[in-house]
């Protein structure tokens, strides 16, 4: 009898033990959508399935199509809710309808693991946002518990702004005001819920010429911390051991630390000189490297913090500077940015960056495949103007189409379409998701051919 009820209590801690370090197996990514050129959410999901070692994602709103598309895959998926709707998220009844409109319809097919209230509330503010922050989230995690929903966290992500310093990380501390009032209640709630402290650290936002090794991962003389006695070689560890000195210093070091949000921008204006590729795939290497050899940091050695890279993707309608839109480690056709790593069938990140990809060409045609991608019978003009857009924009010999081109006639946006989303099809390796163009794209045995245009086979 004490035999049998040993083995089930090692049989219980086993499978705690194993759903605790399978829950963190690779690096993540923010999937953002600002853009009008980007893949279709199923076949990023696939992408990320099938070519990345990219095991989970983390999203700036709830999005449906992006949840259904994730369903299956097994990647983790953490959503994020408006910081508009914090005040309403208070009101338990609120709370328990927004868990049923947004959580219940894709729990637990899709694999959502977080739900985030809101994005650098103290950053960002109003007033009235932060101080229902904390409230907002206990309401949250209790409609879900109510919902019968007990495998999604609840937490917020921070800027860094709410340090006063961490230069050294053993003199840092939270900004008096933010301390006592809102970050400690807020680790109170994730101490209790077992939830990790999400923060935003951005070695990017403090480059200087004279740091730039230290902040991206390259052989530095390193920054010996004199109270601590510990060295410090980079400017990621630095920023992560002042967030652990100043939970520390309010009683919550026993929190886990999860980083949200972290980059590089791989291009920029003139006068943005830091935001190059090399600079970019040094830091975001690096930063792989660092996470798979788990190597923790100066004052939390050994720990592998659950790691969200800024972006997936380029996103074109962002506004502002040139770089806030190259944050992206791929282009919208899926080809990497630059390398760092996490590719499919790669040994690891090289240690010198390659160049930019050249935008992707038409391949001449060839025998031997007798397949075509064309728009299906429903799609409408606006979806497949959307289509000749996309395919364009991303360095597809779009000649044939222009007048005078031996594909411009008939001059109509389904027969412009039919050639591009073909010609993008055959040039992307004939895989079935390389037709999908949103549901609208459909493949075909009959050659499309006629007159002067011949279709890629």
Known sequence: MEFSKRYCLFSVLLFVYVQHFAAVNSIGVNYGTLGNNLPPPAQVAQFLKEKTTI??????????????????????????????????????????????SNIKPFYP??????????????????????????????????????????????????????????????????????DIGDLAPTLQFLRETRSPFMVNPYPYFGYSPEQANFALFKPNRGMRDRYTKRTYTNMFDQLIDAVYISMKKLGYGDVDIAVGETGWASAGDSFEPKCTIPNAASYNGGLVKKYNQGIGTPLLPGRKFETYIFALFNENLKSGVTSERNFGLFHPDFTPVYDIGIMRGTTGVPDQPGPKPTPSVSTPPTKGNQKWCVPKAEATDEQLQSNIDFVCSQGMDCGPIQPKGDCFNPNTKRAHASYVMNSWYQSKGRNDFDCNFSGTGTITTSDPSHGPCSFLS
Do not use: C
């Not at 994602?57 to 910081?83: E, M």
């Not at 338990?92 to 927004?98: K, L, Q």
């Not at 990380?169 to 005001?177: I, Q, T, Y």
């Open 55 to 100: 095991d989970r994602i983390k999203l700036f709103d709830v999005n449906p199509d992006i949840l259904r598309a994730f369903a299956g895959t097994g990647i983790f998926v953490a959503v994020t809710v408006p910081n508009g709707e914090i005040p309403n998220l208070v009101d338990i009844r609120y709370a328990r309808r927004w868990v049923g």
């Open 109 to 178: 097919q899709t694999k959502i693991n977080y739900i985030l209230v809101g994005n650098e509330v103290l950053h960002w503010g109003p007033q009235n946002f932060i101080d229902n922050l904390v409230a907002a989230m206990r309401s949250l995690h209790s409609a879900l518990i109510q919902s019968g929903i007990k495998g999604v966290n609840v937490t917020t992500a921070h800027a860094l702004s709410i340090l006063e310093s961490s230069d050294p990380p053993s003199l840092a501390k939270f900004r008096p005001g933010w």
